[in-house]
Nanobody, 124 residues
């Protein structure tokens, strides 16, 4: 069973940057479509960004386009989310998700493997 472990969260000020990482073990990383979701306080979990297993398709939520960049390094079995120009509304628990050989999409139900999440807090 594949295991996902997020890291890199923290408390920052508006306008700052953070890079989240999602380390994957127990599976062939290069065969997994990966995604980031987030859950803001009192809200449902929503899609942030996703990258196809073959990197041929990348999706972003409208709210993060131009500020966040998703990437993955197969040699390190790790996915990243570079977050720039952070806003207080980006405050959430960020989760990574994975699904083998799928086409990246924004639906939570499309991913069966999930990490425990990492907290990102952006102060104004």
């Amino acid at each position: 069973q594949v295991h996902l472990l997020e890291s890199g969260g923290g408390l920052v000020q508006a306008g700052d940057s953070l890079r989240l990482s999602c380390a994957v073990s127990g599976g062939t990383f290069g065969t997994y479509t990966m995604a980031w979701f987030r859950r803001a306080p009192g809200k449902e979990r929503t899609f942030v960004a996703g990258i196809n297993w073959d990197v041929r398709r990348i999706l972003y939520a409208d709210s993060v386009k131009g500020r966040f960049t998703i990437s993955k390094d197969n040699s390190k079995s790790t996915m990243y989310l570079q977050m720039n120009s952070l806003k207080p509304e980006d405050t959430a628990v960020y989760y990574c998700a994975a699904e083998r050989f799928s086409v990246v999409d924004m639906r939570e139900r499309s991913y069966t493997n999930w990490g425990q999440g990492t907290q990102v807090t952006v102060s104004s």
